[in-house]
């Protein structure tokens, strides 16, 4: 375990969100008052063209938007896809997160299941996937961008043009007071998984969780829960795996299968972390870790642990 004042000096350098290192209309809290459809077809998948003006490897995207009307386990995706003659062409890494109706409208988002390098003046498209009814993350009167959409997996098509709200990181998101540590391994997929929050972690927020992208779909994935440590290799692990946190207590949760329409979505883990109303625990940093198990992986362990994440009680 740390030590309370290291403690206090992460806590201090990791209130703060983590910049966006690429963000378009996303300066203000402005939105149309559009809400997609929803389709008895299935969900729904609507790009946006950008191009960064500066290398990047981006990590993690967000986009501005609320679901209010739907209750139950629904998800949206956010996905990197390259750009195929004025049109999405393959996609580069993406990440799902869940649709909590009580949320207002807000910046919301999820980390990739890789990084993605862009490169300076090259067009990409952020792809949107989401199950209905969800206000539409663009600006009124904002920059406008290219824009396409699909029907389940057909082609792309063409539409008018928007004014996205969107924020892309070069490191994993987090809300104030929760921060990435430690390193995520590659699967035999060549992705990893990725946990994160969209949530401040506030005392008496006993629905609080975190949240676990790009585990293989339908997998045993345990959730460690403690505290930082220093990253060391587990033997038996594939190369590269790190445990970043303490073991003090363990959770067997399994990754989704379905759609954003749920019950469950492909890959995706919710990680309860009931936050009690203690104000003995007030600025007490925490941190778990997501382990899921990898069928692909020839390593005696086929296991292939996330990044730590560690949050800090307000």
Not at 71 to 93: T, V
Request: charged share 5%.
């Amino acid at each position: 375990m740390r030590t309370f004042f290291s403690c206090l000096l992460l806590c201090a350098a990791a209130a703060a969100q983590i910049p966006p290192c690429f963000g378009l209309n996303h300066t203000s809290a402005n939105v149309v008052t559009a809400v997609t459809t929803f389709s008895s077809s299935g969900q729904n998948t609507l790009a946006w063209q950008i191009t960064p003006s500066v290398p990047l490897n981006v990590q993690a995207a967000q986009v501005f938007t609320r679901n209010d009307s739907l209750s139950g386990n629904y998800f949206m995706i956010l996905e990197l896809w390259s750009d195929a003659g004025g049109l999405p062409g393959a996609r580069l890494g993406g990440g799902t997160w869940r649709l909590v109706n009580s949320r207002p409208y807000a910046w919301q988002g999820a980390a990739l299941d890789q990084i993605v390098p862009l490169a300076a003046n090259v067009p990409v498209w952020l792809v949107w996937i989401e199950p209905g009814f969800s206000t539409l993350p663009q600006e009124p009167g904002g920059v406008t961008t290219p824009r396409a959409y699909r029907t389940a997996s057909g082609p792309w098509t063409a539409t008018t043009t928007g004014a996205p709200k969107l924020r892309l990181y070069c490191g994993i998101v987090g809300e104030w007071y929760s921060w990435e540590h430690g390193p995520s391994c590659a699967q035999s997929t060549g992705q990893s998984a990725a946990l994160y929050a969209n949530e401040v972690p506030t005392l008496g927020n006993t629905n609080y969780f975190l949240e676990a992208t790009a585990n293989p779909s339908g997998a045993p994935v345990f959730a460690v829960y403690g505290f930082p440590i220093s990253p060391v290799p587990v033997s038996g692990f594939p190369a590269g795996c790190m445990q970043n946190v303490s073991i003090v207590a363990v959770s067997l949760l399994f990754a989704g299968t379905g759609t954003t329409r749920g019950p469950t979505c492909a890959g995706y883990v919710s990680v309860p972390l009931p936050i009690p109303a203690n104000p003995s625990l007030l600025l007490t940093t925490l941190a778990a870790q997501a382990v899921p198990f990898d069928a692909g992986s020839a390593a005696p362990l086929p296991f292939t642990p996330s990044n730590g994440y560690c949050i800090t009680l307000h």
